[in-house]
């Protein structure tokens, strides 16, 4: 399956969304609406199809092409008028929902798609934009409460650009609770193992975290004096330095130092 992806869908840049049934592709270069579509490009690297290059190439796509200061659009160009053989998406209003919105559920595979390629700060940068808090500024233009994620908002080609509609309508939050915390900050449970392989900002100094695990307490901090993205050089469990952490007794309280580099 992987060799057949590889071999009928990439377009040189981007991995093309679908073909017709008259096996016309949707979603590659040669088509006049719909060149791009997200959901392609973040499966391709979730997936494991795309080898090293090629991600790197369909996720450098997806922030050139579909990118914005709101969220990434679903696809680009948007359909600007009704295409009986595309159906559904094409009904919409260019830059709305399908057609060229942004859906902010989709957003957090490809903050996950940048951390396995160990982009913590792009990871970051779009953890942030889809962020509901950081919308108090215009919150009249955003239209929905600050404190809760949209279904999806009109992207870059509609005139109402930013503006966020059905709220409470998402798996949004829950899907950026798993990019930022077991991505991002990386602290995941394991059968006997806690796991803290974060992937952050260079700019940051590290941070720190409480995690309950099987009843212990898990004081997290990490320290990141080299400012590096991503990597563990070092743990250290109540001060031993150790290779992994495994679970602790019910009722301890055990403080970690993870140093990444």
Known sequence: MKNAINGSCWDGEWYTRVFDDESM?????????????INS?????????????RSRKCLYSVNKYLNTKYGIVAMYPAYTQYEDSKGGITTYYPGAKENGG?????????MIAEIMEGNGDLAFEYYGQILPARRNNDAEHFEVEPYVYPQNILGKEHPQFGIARNSWLSGTAAWNMVASSQ?????????DCLTVDPCIPRAWDGFRAKRVFRGAVYHIEVKNPAHVNCGVKRILINGTEADRIPVQQTGSNVHVVVEPG
Request: charged content about 15%.
């Open 25 to 37: 592709p949707i979603g590659a270069k040669k088509n006049t609406f719909g060149k791009i579509f």
């Open 41 to 53: 490009q973040y499966w391709a690297v979730l997936g494991g199809v795309a080898d090293k290059t």
């Open 102 to 110: 942004i859906f902010c559920h989709t957003n957090p595979w490809v």
């Open 183 to 191: 991505y991002i900050l990386g602290i995941c449970t394991d059968y």
